[in-house]
């Protein structure tokens, strides 16, 4: 078995191989003058068996069709059967019609996946479950989530609390409170949907004087945790902790992040950090990626 990495992230590949004990299989990504994608396999023999790392990641389109080209070029010289890695699954934040008139993307990217003919997918902690009924043949979700779990378990203090930054993270949040012997606070927020601003309500709980973790499974603009860092600093705060799985570094959030009020910042490598990144905790997933793929 050899493993290849498009561009989206090369040092989570070199890990996963290096868990694996097997070879990074050379491979040459470029791009020819009119933009179009250009996918080279130098390693002089393509084992039969081959896995693929791509995240979905910015720039998605680029990363999704390079993906392709990858799997096709790898069939041409040999490989019989292809697992994909995509830590990070692009468009699985679009799992439903929102509004007549658009397009269920997920499912077209689901599509375009399954082009390729792949042996196995898989995918790392997904928005929704609903996104699984967009392939036609399983996909295998893994959770990075004991990874951000166990970081903090090692730090846990008396002072500290667990907040739930919204809704949707509360029952995970209950479970790492209750692990970590800690009170779980929960934070009621709104959302406007033309503008897409935030705003903390209120929230179940104390946090004056406490050394505060909040998970969860994103961060996409850093939106939601900027509002509720300063929602909760203005409380008494003492600190704030944040542990997400997948960072997806849209422009501009990184530096907001690191503004306003988020004193640690822990991820893992589903997505690459772009270069010069600062002020934040990674974690690696290769190990995780290589007992499923070995199981």
């Known amino acids: 078995m050899q493993v290849y990495s498009g561009s989206s992230n090369e040092e989570l590949a070199k890990k996963l191989a290096k868990a694996l004990r ?3 299989g050379r491979i040459e990504v470029s791009r020819f003058s009119n933009d179009e994608g250009r996918v080279y396999v130098t390693e002089p023999k393509v084992d039969s068996k081959v896995v693929v790392v791509q995240s979905l990641s910015i720039p998605t389109d680029t990363h999704l069709v390079e993906f392709s080209l990858i799997c096709d070029a790898l069939r041409r010289k040999g490989a019989k059967r292809i697992i994909a890695v995509i830590p990070w699954l692009g468009y699985s934040k679009q799992d439903k019609v929102f509004r007549p008139g658009e397009a269920l993307s997920i499912k077209v990217v689901a599509k375009i ?16 479950q609903l996104i699984k009924k967009s392939f036609r043949r399983p996909i295998i979700e893994l959770t990075a989530r004991p990874l951000i779990e166990d970081y903090f378990k090692n730090k846990v203090t008396r002072d500290h609390v667990v907040v739930a930054p919204d809704k949707g993270s509360v029952a995970s949040c209950r479970q790492l409170a209750k692990d970590l012997g800690v009170p779980l606070v929960k934070i009621t927020k709104k959302r406007d949907r033309k503008t897409g601003i935030i705003a903390v309500t209120g929230m179940t709980g104390e946090v004056k004087g406490k050394r505060v973790i909040i998970k969860d499974d994103m961060i996409a603009t850093g939106s939601t945790m900027i509002e509720v860092s300063k929602f909760l600093k203005a409380k008494g ?5 944040v542990g997400a799985v997948h960072h997806l570094y849209v422009p501009g959030t990184q530096s907001r992040l690191n503004r306003d009020g988020i004193d640690q910042l822990v991820v893992t490598d589903t997505v690459a950090a772009p270069a010069g990144t600062r002020g934040i905790k990674v974690l690696s997933v290769a190990g995780i990626l ?6």
Do not use: G, Q, T
């Not at 996946?113 to 929704?128: A, G, P, Q, R, W």
């Not at 705060?237 to 902790?241: C, L, N």
């Not at 290589?290 to 199981?295: G, L, Q, S, T, V």
């Open 22 to 24: 097997v070879k990074l």
């Open 113 to 128: 996946l399954e082009l390729n003919f792949l042996d196995k997918i898989y995918v790392l902690n997904l928005h929704s």
């Open 237 to 241: 705060a003492k600190s704030i902790e």
């Open 290 to 295: 290589a007992k499923a793929i070995r199981a």
